[in-house]
């Protein structure tokens, strides 16, 4: 399956609606989406992850990229819409512990 990235601003808040799998051959084209917004010193990144089945070490490394980087600049990075067998992967690792993570998009907005 084809990756598709779409963002959209709304309120100094940046949605990266990403659609497919995630692993290392697509990964370069998440990380450069995040980078870019990085950059500009986005200050909140949200990652909708409700439409990508699959997601490999790869694409969890780009995920904690962005998260450090928007760090430095006290920016907010978080995901929502994680489908069971991508959640499962950030429990093990417990980098659950590590990105605020949120059932749904209204969540990642109210927090």
């Not at 490394?61 to 904690?64: D, E, R, S, V």
């Not at 950030?90 to 980098?95: G, K």
């Given at each position: 399956m084809n990756?598709e990235?779409?963002?959209?601003e709304i309120?100094?808040k940046?949605?990266v609606?990403?659609k497919?799998e995630?692993d290392?051959y697509?990964?370069?084209?998440?990380r450069?989406?995040?980078?870019?917004?990085v950059k500009?010193k986005?200050?909140?990144?949200?990652i909708?992850?409700?439409?990508?089945?699959?997601?490999?070490?790869?694409?969890v490394?780009?995920?904690?990229e962005?998260l450090?980087?928007c760090?430095?600049?006290n920016?907010?990075f978080a995901?929502y819409?994680l489908?069971?067998?991508?959640?499962?992967v950030?429990?093990?690792?417990?980098?659950d512990?590590?990105f605020?993570?949120?059932?749904?998009r209204?969540?990642?907005?109210k927090?």
């Open positions: 990756l990235i779409t963002t959209e309120d100094q940046v949605f609606n990403i497919g995630v290392l697509s990964s370069p084209e998440v450069k989406k995040i980078f870019d917004l500009k986005a200050p909140v990144i949200l909708n992850l409700e439409k990508v089945k699959y997601m490999d070490s790869s694409g490394a780009t995920l904690i962005g450090q980087q760090n430095k600049y920016g907010r995901l819409g489908q069971d067998n991508v959640r499962e950030f429990e093990l690792t417990r980098l512990k590590i605020e993570i949120y059932s749904d209204e969540s990642a907005l927090n």
